[in-house]
């Protein structure tokens, strides 16, 4: 636990504000997760079967309830928004489908962008506390008594070195958890582009009296 402190104050001022992007990327990597894995994240194929099922059985408000089991989840509610106008024409279908999706996709992207922008701020004043620390080293060298370089030098080396080395201790977790959350970012707003179209097939093919399968 030493070691960790004198790493710490050994870095100089760089190392607070360095920490402050720590904390924070931790805090928006524990809130993406939870709502990205827990909230917004489901088992599109396997719910979409079952409104699939549903659907072709004329049963919107079962497939309605069905979505409502998933209240946070983001398909559900782009997919409860076209159920609900299921009744109506081609264009009222696809409207509130938009209208949803527009209103759902935002909450899924965001903040998980802010965690590149933690990481790439992190590094910077890692590299700045090294060129700072840089400085002071030479500066000692030029006014500093015999005596005293050694001494000097190894302070301010320690702060070139120790903010370079918190920066990236900093910023490689929040580039490896913004890789992450993009992928399920990527994967939820996949899920609503294809099962939607999907939905409004089916929806306009029963409005014909001629249902057919979601996937062919």
């Known amino acids: ?75 559900p509610k ?9 009744n109506k024409g081609e264009m009222e279908i696809a409207n509130a489908i938009e209208e949803a999706t527009l209103e759902v996709i935002p ?40 005596d005293q370089k050694s001494k000097l030098l190894a302070k301010y080396i320690s702060i070139a070195l120790n903010t370079t080395a918190f920066g990236l201790v900093a910023a490689i977790p929040c580039l490896v958890a913004h890789a992450i959350l993009s992928s399920i970012t990527k994967k939820i707003i996949d899920e609503i582009d294809e099962y939607t179209v999907k939905l409004q097939n089916l929806l306009f093919s029963r409005a014909k009296g001629s249902a057919n399968p979601l996937d062919r």
């Open 107 to 146: 909450k899924v992207q965001k903040r998980t962008n802010l965690l590149q922008a933690v990481a790439n701020v992190a590094t910077m004043l890692g590299l700045l506390g090294t060129i700072f620390g840089l400085i002071e080293a030479f500066k000692a060298l030029d006014s500093a008594t015999a």
């Open 1 to 75: 636990m030493s070691g960790i402190y004198d790493f710490y104050f050994q870095g100089g001022a760089f190392m607070h504000p360095i920490a402050i992007c720590l904390i924070f990327g931790i805090g928006l990597m524990v809130e993406r997760f939870i709502f990205l894995f827990f909230r917004y994240n489901i088992n599109g194929a396997a719910f979409m079967a079952q409104i699939q099922k549903l659907v072709m059985a004329n049963n919107i408000d079962r497939a309605i309830k069905l979505c409502n089991a998933a209240p946070s989840a983001a398909l």
């Open 78 to 86: 782009v997919v409860k928004a076209g159920l609900t106008r299921a």
